[in-house]
């Protein structure tokens, strides 16, 4: 088992915006590249550069698609209430370039709600899944491996670590158990001491860090200061693509990489380009793979696995 840890933040790179238009707008050349990702029973109101909005022939709803124009695939797929596309409200799908399912799930009135999954990049299996009221998570929320197998659960009030805390081993036993209370831990017990080490997530002075002022020993949370640093680092570089620009193309890129034991980035790759222009401003901005200080524990330097989501949005 790979003792990687993960974390995400959005990125936020404000310009001049575009509002998606729901009127009466086909672009022809478009039109032809993304017929087959349509339903034949809509309505179809719009086509973009790199999106579609249709009218659902049942509920009446507003489907908005958005494609990768470059690879040609289907990105996204969310439901809307209103003809403004301003109120989620429905299912929502979004992948991968590799046309892996990415996450999916539902909303109500702009927040999540209700059964949300999220899925491995790479095997294109169920990695979490659990609910959402309101935006934030509630109740039991399973943690699966790479074969699909139930590996963790984790409890939730309002968002917060709330009940009991599950690990499980290889073979199905328990490993290791938890008791939160409004986000606070209570009580643990270790079971396995040997598979609960290999498992068990990274403590903020483990953490790999970047930045020499996140390594003081005065910094409070070594974690959330490298990830301001580091977002202030990807921030100060990046550029919205002149291409990307003139067509109004916005979304969500999404950057993996791992910081190895020596600290340095390999195995840079973007999951999801939104298009060719934004996908190489992304890779241009890491291309100098600035050094972190590595994760270490229990005295051995570990490689540790990021996902970074850049949002280019034009306002």
Same mark, same amino acid.
């Given at each position: 088992?790979?003792?990687w840890?993960?974390?995400?933040f959005?990125?936020?790179?404000?310009l001049l915006?575009?509002?998606?238009?729901?009127?009466?707008?086909i672009?022809?050349?478009?039109?032809?590249?993304?017929?087959?990702?349509?339903d034949?029973e809509?309505?179809?109101?719009?086509v973009?550069?790199?999106?579609?909005?249709?009218k659902?022939k049942?509920?009446?709803?507003?489907?908005?698609?958005t494609?990768?124009?470059?690879?040609v695939?289907?990105?996204?797929k969310?439901?809307?209430?209103d003809k403004?596309?301003?109120?989620?409200?429905?299912?929502?799908?979004?992948?991968?370039?590799?046309?892996?399912?990415?996450?999916?799930?539902?909303?109500k009135?702009?927040?999540?709600?209700?059964?949300?999954?999220?899925?491995?990049?790479?095997? &294109?299996? $169920?990695?979490? #899944?659990?609910? !959402?009221?309101s935006?934030e998570? @509630?109740?039991?929320?399973? /943690?699966? =491996?790479?074969?699909?197998?139930?590996?963790?659960?984790?409890?939730?009030?309002?968002?917060?670590?709330?009940?009991?805390?599950?690990?499980?081993g290889?073979? &199905?036993? $328990?490993?290791y #158990?938890?008791e !939160?209370?409004?986000?606070e831990? @209570?009580r643990?017990?270790i /079971?396995? =001491?040997?598979?609960?080490?290999?498992?068990?997530?990274?403590?903020?002075?483990?953490?790999?860090?970047f930045?020499?002022?996140c390594g003081?020993?005065e910094?409070?949370?070594?974690?959330?200061?490298?990830?301001?640093?580091?977002?202030?680092?990807i921030?100060?570089?990046?550029?919205y693509?002149?291409?990307?620009?003139?067509?109004?193309i916005?979304?969500i890129?999404i950057?993996?990489?791992?910081?190895?034991?020596?600290g340095?980035?390999?195995?840079?790759?973007?999951?999801?380009?939104?298009?060719?222009?934004?996908?190489?401003?992304?890779?241009?901005?890491?291309?100098?793979?600035p050094?972190?200080?590595?994760?270490?524990?229990?005295?051995?330097?570990?490689?540790?696995?990021?996902?970074?989501?850049?949002?280019?949005?034009?306002?």
């Open positions: 088992m790979k003792n840890i993960s974390f995400t959005a990125l936020i790179f404000p915006f575009t509002q998606a238009q729901t009127e009466e707008a672009d022809k050349k478009a039109l032809k590249k993304y017929k087959p990702f349509l034949s809509a309505k179809l109101l719009a973009s550069y790199y999106q579609t909005v249709e659902a049942g509920d009446g709803n507003y489907i908005q698609k494609y990768n124009p470059d690879k695939i289907l990105t996204q969310v439901t809307y209430y403004g596309l301003t109120l989620k409200h429905g299912p929502s799908i979004d992948w991968f370039d590799n046309g892996e399912k990415w996450q999916e799930g539902d909303y009135e702009n927040e999540r709600h209700g059964p949300w999954k999220f899925y491995n990049s790479r095997s &294109g299996k $169920l990695d979490r #899944q659990g609910n !959402y009221v935006n998570k @509630q109740g039991a929320w399973s /943690i699966l =491996d790479s074969l699909g197998n139930r590996i963790g659960e984790r409890s939730y009030d309002k968002g917060e670590l709330h009940g009991i805390w599950y690990d499980w290889k073979d &199905g036993e $328990l490993i #158990q938890a !939160y209370k409004d986000g831990l @209570q643990e017990e /079971i396995d =001491d040997e598979q609960y080490e290999s498992r068990r997530e990274l403590t903020d002075e483990e953490w790999p860090y930045g020499i002022e003081k020993p910094v409070a949370n070594r974690k959330q200061c490298s990830q301001a640093q580091w977002q202030a680092y921030y100060q570089r990046l550029r693509p002149q291409k990307a620009r003139r067509q109004n916005e979304g890129a950057v993996s990489f791992v910081i190895d034991p020596e340095q980035l390999e195995q840079v790759e973007v999951l999801r380009g939104v298009c060719d222009s934004l996908e190489d401003e992304c890779m241009r901005v890491l291309k100098d793979r050094n972190w200080v590595p994760a270490s524990k229990g005295g051995k330097k570990l490689p540790v696995s990021h996902i970074l989501p850049i949002r280019f949005r034009l306002e």
